[in-house]
């Protein structure tokens, strides 16, 4: 079990729903008391009762819950509940520049790219990438890793993941790391808030997507322009789909050959990043320095916001 050294004492962590709702309220209410056993302050805007059909509220209360927590002094950190579908239907009433002038540090993932990506387009204000109320903090045991990178990324200014994964390109580029859930990036292209990133890092990850609708999603990214512009694509997890005798030998790995063929773009693998139990937290907005040498990866964030001791 991840244990708390101290430095996240006095932290105050605010819980919002921008998307869907808590199904187990038994659970949240074990992510509050493992966030308070760090010694951090929890306020939860999310209000169990006041969930509105497949959602954490209205869409009003839910901008409403963002907005609070943001313009709450005694919050440095906002936590997403969880993600499903919700997010898209804030966006053009989220006050986005707000929210990047409250030096808050909002995290999330899964439907939250789309957040992450209308704050980065807006303002060019970093978010993160990473660990939601459910299930990451509610779970009966929580995943160690996943908790001690979050910790590790959020109260310093600089972070190295690394992670071993044959059969990847060599490449040493720097530039903008910025993604999320790739499904929620194809849904935005075309839009306002997808953010133009030129010789940037883009990392990728999604769940329950037969590899055919991955590449589909990519290829729309492709024939949009953005993926050409981009020094680097990194897989994050793919997983829980199922093959059948129909796709002859059409898999993941046929899929990835295919992509890597069409594209001018080195595309790396292995990204511990995703809808997985273990997974890394990573700042989307900041600068990046990806190097591999075809085996081992390590990518090195800095430039972003982080809780210093100053910070409350």
């Known amino acids: ?34 966030l308070a056993s760090y010694g951090c302050h929890v306020k939860s805007y999310y209000e169990p009762a006041a969930k509105h059909q497949r959602f954490g509220g209205t869409d009003d209360a839910r901008i409403g819950q963002i907005h609070a927590a943001a313009n709450d002094p005694d919050i440095q950190v906002v936590l997403s ?20 002038a409250s030096g808050k540090l909002f995290v999330g993932h899964s439907d939250f790219t789309a957040f ?76 306002p808030y997808l953010p133009q990133i030129d010789n940037g890092i883009l990392f990728v990850e999604d769940i329950n997507e037969h590899p055919y609708r991955v590449e589909r999603m990519l290829l729309q990214l492709f024939h949009a322009g953005v993926l050409s ?26 899929m990835l050959a295919y992509l890597r063929a069409q594209l001018n773009v080195p595309v790396l693998t292995g990204l511990p990043f995703g809808h997985i139990r273990d997974k890394v937290t990573l700042p989307v907005g900041c600068t990046a320095h990806l190097v591999s040498n075809g085996e081992s990866i390590r990518l090195t964030m800095s430039g972003y916001p982080f809780l210093s001791l100053t910070n409350w």
């Open 116 to 191: 992450q990506m209308g704050l980065l387009v807006r303002t060019g204000a970093v978010s993160f990438s990473g660990p939601m109320i459910c299930d990451d903090f509610s779970r009966p045991e929580p995943s160690d890793f996943t908790l001690h990178h979050f910790w590790q990324c959020l109260r310093n200014p600089e972070c190295t993941v690394r992670f071993e994964v044959r059969e990847n390109p060599v490449v040493d580029v720097s530039g903008v790391l910025w993604g999320g859930n790739l499904a929620m990036l194809a849904h935005l292209a075309g839009t």
């Open 1 to 34: 079990m991840f244990v708390n050294d101290g430095v996240c004492a006095g932290v105050g962590v605010a819980i919002v729903a921008p998307g869907g709702y808590a199904p187990d309220e038994m659970a949240l209410s074990r992510a509050e008391a493992l």
């Open 81 to 100: 509940l969880r993600g499903g579908y919700g997010m898209s239907r804030l966006l053009h009433a989220i006050d986005f520049s707000m929210l990047a």
């Open 229 to 254: 512009r981009q020094k680097a694509i990194v897989f994050g997890d793919f997983s829980n789909y199922r093959l059948s005798d129909y796709d002859n030998g059409y898999d993941f790995a046929a």
